[in-house]
Each structure stands twice: as structure tokens, then as C-alpha cells.
């Protein structure tokens, strides 16, 4: 039903506007001059701006809808406060999709109202609605500002952005180093199994961490090292199989346009505190950070 919206064909067509998003970005950001907050600055505006556009949510309302994305990952919160996020970005969503119905846009909302009103109810386009625009920015946001963290700390990687031959190289060995989805979705064993070694007993619940596959020696040798040039099998940034994440295509695109226009603009970019200080989310279903600090 949105696959089409995020097909690489569909995608190609954004890459125009998401490269004149980035550019009046970086021109906002070198006018209100360093140092700055990286993450308010360029990592959040990026990712939101596109996603705002594809589903024709008001841009306005970014900060809002990523703050409650936030509490919602975050571990440290408890179950109620959590909860509360959940239903207020609901809440928000269902006024979006009430206002499409009446008035569908030229985004994903207005377009599923258009070709699927009469099959789908406004509590459900507003769960897709929800999902798209958490999923849009929030994960993207994190590997921009991880992503950035990471380059600073290895400049001869930003060196090679300067050629469009390494970029897909770096942005997949970013996705596969960093991980910033930490788990997959919960399951629960239908039936006794053992894998690989390991007993799982029917109802047990299962939890994939992301990251350790990702450094999985099954997959790519001394995988705790970031190696761009590595011959490494697929990753699973994205997730696999059924679960593949819908808008792969558009963060990649989204990386691959930021990252090597980031630094050509401020090829003296820098982190502007320690690195003991950068406020890493320690207890998040997203690995980011809260703010990063930096200047040029």
C-alpha cells in the first residue's frame, strides 16, 4: 500500500528537492555561524523536512512530534510517561488524517485516503501515518549526527566523501557500524527449537540484538573496527525478509547526500567539546545522542 511512495524509482525523483533541502540547511546553519548544536542544527532539520513533504505533515510542528519520539524510546522513562507519548503523537496524527479526509493532500496521507478511503479507517491511517513519521526521522536524525560524530574521529574518511565512488561504501559501513535500530521487534517461540546451540522453549520471548549481528564474525571479520573498504555480506540495518524497513531506500538517499555536502561545505568541521562530554542516549531503542556540539 506505501511501498510505492518509497521505491528507489519513487526516491530518485525527491533526490532534486532532499539536495536543495540540505543546501538551504547548511546555508541556515554557516549564517547563524559556529559553534552550534549539530543535531538542531542540521541532523534533525534534514530528515524531518523530507518526511514532513512526503506525508504532508506542517514542518512547524517538527520539534513537537520529535520531542515525543524521543520519550517513547527512551528506557529511562517510565511505562505511563512512555504511554503518554504514544497516545499524544496518535492524537496529533488522527487531526492530520481528519483534515486530509476532508482535503487530501499530495503527500502519502492524502494519497492513501485517495486510493484507499473506502478500505482503510482513520484510527489505522493514523497508526501508518504515525509509524511513517517516526520512522522517517527518528532513525535518520541518529545516523547523521552518529554518522558526523564518527567521521570527525576518522578524517581520512571525509576525505574520500570528496569522491562519489566511496560515498555508498561509507554510508553502508556507517549503517552497519553503528546500528542506531538496537533490536528487532519481540517475538515469542510458536514452538520448542534449538538454535544454534541454544534452547528456546515454546512462549519464550526473543529479543535480536541488531548491533551484535551486525559484528557478527558470520558476517564480516573484526567487525568492531570501521572499515568502509571491507568485504562484508549484507547487513541488517534495515532489518530482512517481510520486515525490511519500507523507507530504505530514502535514508539511504537522505546519507548520501548529507553527509558528502556537510563536509564539503565545512571541511574544518569539528567536535567542539570532549568526547567524554558528547550526552550519549544510553538507554534508548534508538542509539543517538541528545546534543552534539560543534564548530568550524
Known amino acids: 500500500m506505501i511501498a510505492p511512495a518509497f521505491s528507489p524509482r519513487r526516491v530518485e525523483e525527491l533526490r532534486p528537492r532532499i539536495e536543495a533541502n540540505v543546501v538551504e540547511i547548511l546555508d541556515a546553519m554557516e549564517a547563524a555561524g559556529p559553534p552550534t548544536d549539530f543535531v538542531d542544527s542540521f541532523a534533525l532539520p534534514v530528515p524531518s523536512m523530507v518526511i514532513c513533504e512526503l506525508l504532508g505533515v506542517p514542518y512547524e510542528d517538527r520539534a513537537e512530534f520529535n520531542e515525543r519520539s524521543v520519550v517513547r524510546f527512551d528506557g529511562t522513562k517510565d511505562a505511563a510517561t512512555r504511554a503518554a507519548a504514544v497516545e499524544a503523537s496518535l492524537e496529533y496524527m488522527a487531526r492530520l488524517v481528519v483534515r486530509q479526509r476532508a482535503d487530501p493532500g499530495e503527500g502519502i496521507l492524502g494519497m492513501l485516503v485517495r486510493e484507499h478511503?473506502?478500505?482503510?479507517?482513520?484510527?489505522?491511517?493514523?497508526?501508518?501515518?504515525?509509524?511513517?513519521?517516526?520512522?522517517?526521522?527518528?532513525?535518520?536524525?541518529?545516523?547523521?549526527?552518529?554518522?558526523?560524530?564518527?567521521?570527525?574521529?576518522?578524517?581520512?574518511?571525509?576525505?574520500?566523501?570528496?569522491?562519489?565512488?566511496?560515498?555508498?561504501?561509507?554510508?553502508?559501513?556507517?549503517?552497519?557500524?553503528?546500528?542506531?535500530?538496537?533490536?528487532?521487534?519481540?517475538?515469542v517461540a510458536r514452538t520448542d527449537v534449538t538454535l544454534a546451540g541454544q534452547q528456546i522453549r515454546r512462549g519464550e520471548r526473543l529479543l535480536c540484538s541488531l548491533p551484535s549481528a551486525n559484528r557478527d564474525m558470520a558476517l564480516t571479520a573484526d567487525g568492531?573496527?570501521?572499515?568502509?573498504?571491507?568485504?562484508?555480506?549484507?547487513?541488517?540495518?534495515?532489518?530482512?525478509?517481510?520486515?525490511?524497513?519500507?523507507?530504505?531506500?530514502?535514508?539511504?538517499?537522505?546519507?548520501?547526500?548529507?553527509?558528502?555536502?556537510?563536509?564539503?561545505?565545512?571541511?574544518?568541521?569539528?567536535?567542539?567539546?570532549?568526547?567524554?562530554?558528547?550526552?550519549?542516549?544510553?538507554?534508548?531503542?534508538?542509539?543517538?545522542?541528545?546534543?552534539?556540539?560543534?564548530?568550524?
Open 117 to 187: 478511503g473506502s478500505e482503510i479507517g482513520n484510527r489505522e491511517l493514523a497508526g501508518i501515518g504515525d509509524l511513517l513519521l517516526l520512522g522517517g526521522h527518528e532513525t535518520t536524525v541518529n545516523m547523521l549526527a552518529l554518522g558526523t560524530l564518527l567521521l570527525l574521529g576518522n578524517p581520512d574518511k571525509t576525505e574520500a566523501l570528496r569522491s562519489e565512488e566511496n560515498v555508498d561504501a561509507i554510508v553502508e559501513e556507517l549503517l552497519r557500524y553503528l546500528s542506531v535500530v538496537q533490536t528487532g521487534v519481540p517475538r
Open 224 to 296: 568492531d573496527s570501521f572499515d568502509p573498504w571491507r568485504k562484508a555480506g549484507a547487513h541488517l540495518a534495515f532489518g530482512h525478509g517481510i520486515h525490511y524497513c519500507v523507507g530504505a531506500p530514502l535514508a539511504r538517499t537522505e546519507m548520501r547526500i548529507a553527509f558528502p555536502a556537510l563536509f564539503q561545505r565545512f571541511p574544518a568541521l569539528r567536535l567542539e567539546v570532549p568526547f567524554t562530554e558528547v550526552p550519549f542516549r544510553l538507554s534508548s531503542a534508538i542509539y543517538g545522542v541528545d546534543q552534539l556540539p560543534v564548530a568550524w
